[in-house]
């Protein structure tokens, strides 16, 4: 018949013990840098969709500036007002007729879920269109195609 040993098994204990407190710290800032990823790219999309609405908005004379950003922002669904986001229209080709070329730019600054990797995604997340107008715009001085330099507002 045979008889185990504890003392093996003491010591076994120990390394597994320490073994988990080394990697412990490495598998939760692996799970949390993947979802806090994957939040960023979930906004990140939500840019891009806020830069083709806008697109789609302007190609139609929506308005102004102000009324094609504030459209885009209740448009966005991952964007929060404390992130600021930003539209810009500039005119980039022709007098404001069908056919001329324009360009919007959105940006935003991601926002973190959990605030554990806070220094790692402080950036500004961007989508920038060019579309073709397809409603003339209008000869009014507020009208954003009247500013060659582009005009931007910023989400409240």
């Known amino acids: 018949m045979r008889t185990h040993t504890s003392t093996g098994d003491k010591g076994e204990r120990g390394a597994a013990l320490v073994e ?11 799970v949390f840098g993947v979802i806090e990823a994957s939040w960023a ?3 990140q999309n ?16 929506f308005g102004d500036v102000q009324d094609v950003a504030e459209e885009v922002c209740a448009r966005m669904d991952t964007i929060y007002a404390s992130q600021t986001p ?7 080709s022709g007098s404001g007729n069908v056919d001329s070329l324009a360009e919007i730019t959105v940006q935003a600054d991601v926002q973190t879920l959990t605030g554990l990797l806070d220094g790692f995604f402080s950036v500004r997340l961007g989508s920038t269109l060019q579309f073709r107008v397809e409603t003339p715009t209008t000869t009014d001085p507020t009208d954003w195609w009247a500013d060659p330099s582009g005009q931007s507002f910023t989400c409240t």
């Open 20 to 30: 988990t407190a080394l990697l412990l710290p490495l598998l939760i800032l692996l």
């Open 41 to 43: 790219f979930s906004q």
């Open 46 to 61: 939500d840019v891009r969709y806020g830069s083709r609405e806008g697109a789609r908005l302007a190609a139609q004379n």
């Open 86 to 92: 930003t539209v810009t229209l500039t005119a980039v």
